[in-house]
């Protein structure tokens, strides 16, 4: 049964949670900079999205991993356990002696945009409650 909340929010109830699991991605890859043979990971966020959004709305084909959801609660199971196969090793742009491939430059930017498409998806979430919130309070 759908949320009729998440069916509001639309993609951005999605995606808020997906693009917060990048984040983590990518700051843990800044994080892991000088740690030798360490290897940048990424997620695939639009094939974990579309996954996300069969899941949530009943869809057919719910992606590799990602179990269908039957409860509202289930989509948070799907992004704690079913990330998996959206998640990908970033090629390194320059190879290095100690077998990281973590550039300090590329993380920083993808860091940068991922927390730019988070705030966008926040607001627009946040334009959203403010809208029902208007709606039920009649102000």
Known sequence: MLNPISSYMGVHAD????REQRMKLIASNLANADTPGYKAQDLDFNAALDAATRSRTGGVANGPGVPAATHESHLQDAIATGLAPFQ???QASQPSLDGN???ADVERAAYGRAALEYR???SFVEG????LLTAI???
């Open 88 to 90: 990908y090793t970033r």
């Open 137 to 139: 309070t009649g102000q």
């Open 128 to 131: 959203k409650v403010r809208t």
């Open 120 to 122: 966008a998806s926040l």
């Open 15 to 18: 995606a808020l949670p997906l």
């Open 101 to 103: 491939t973590v550039d």
